[in-house]
């Protein structure tokens, strides 16, 4: 046997027994802590791989940005119930989905959520998907006036709710000004859009910057009143 076979023979060996190992691994964690997908419920058969179980996941792949079903449970439990491991799958999910958008993109901006909101939750959603899609990431926005929630709020107290809620960060330096964000095409990054209207108040304030293209990239688009959401939602630019 040839050194190039001898050596694929022992990677193939090495390669079943990890999966093995982590079979095994899971097996025990299962067995002993009983853990639950974080979406539906059910007993995960594999609690290495994450929070959520494999039915989920297929079922939030294929929602098309409905903010609904395995999605919505999915956004929920990352957002409010700190599993931010799921940020990196979240982002691989936001990445494939978004591809279109982010072509040409210069940097992705985080929509920035209020220091003391930001310091309840402990991070910021929007922040932790912005860190996963590819792209230079620019805090350039500062969000510099505490808001009502926009849940229950119609489109026109949504738009008032955040008219001048954002600025640009003064900690944004001129050369971190010239590479990133005058004549470029920087792309809005949040987890949930419903009327837009927070999305597009930032994208004035990059505007105002100089940004030749703003786009808009979330997870997924919340119906208003009760409608089902396009799935074009995903993707706009102004």
């Known amino acids: 046997m040839g050194k190039a076979e001898t050596l694929r023979v022992a990677l193939t060996i090495a390669g079943a027994a990890k999966a093995a190992a982590i079979a095994g691994a899971d097996a025990l964690v299962?067995?002993?802590?009983?853990?639950r997908c974080a979406a539906c419920g059910r007993a995960l058969d594999a609690p290495l791989d994450g929070p959520v179980c494999g039915w989920c996941w297929e079922e939030a792949a294929g929602a098309s940005g409905r903010y609904d079903?395995?999605?919505?449970?999915?956004?929920?439990?990352?957002?409010?119930?700190?599993?931010?491991?799921?940020?990196?799958?979240?982002?691989?999910?936001?990445?494939?989905?978004?591809?279109?958008?982010?072509?040409e993109a210069a940097a992705v901006v985080p929509v920035p959520l209020y220091p003391w909101r930001r310091l309840q939750r402990g991070f910021n959603q929007a922040a932790e998907l912005a860190r996963h899609l590819d792209r230079p990431v620019s805090h350039a926005l500062w969000r510099v006036r505490r808001t009502r929630p926009q849940a229950g709020l119609s489109a026109s107290e949504r738009r008032r709710n955040v008219r001048g809620a954002f600025r640009l960060s003064p900690l944004?330096?001129?050369?971190?000004?010239?590479?990133?964000?005058e004549d470029r095409v920087i792309v809005l990054v949040d987890d949930v859009m419903t009327t837009g209207a927070t999305l597009q108040a930032c994208a004035e304030v990059l505007r105002e910057a100089g940004a030749r293209e703003v786009r808009m990239l979330t997870l997924a688009r919340a119906p208003l009143h009760g409608g089902r959401s396009p799935v074009s939602s995903l993707r706009s630019s102004v």
Do not use: T
């Open 30 to 35: 299962a067995a002993a802590l009983a853990p």
């Open 172 to 181: 944004v330096s001129r050369r971190v000004r010239r590479a990133l964000i």
């Open 69 to 103: 079903g395995a999605l919505r449970q999915i956004i929920h439990a990352f957002k409010y119930e700190g599993r931010r491991s799921l940020a990196r799958p979240l982002g691989r999910l936001l990445r494939e989905l978004g591809a279109g958008v982010l072509d």
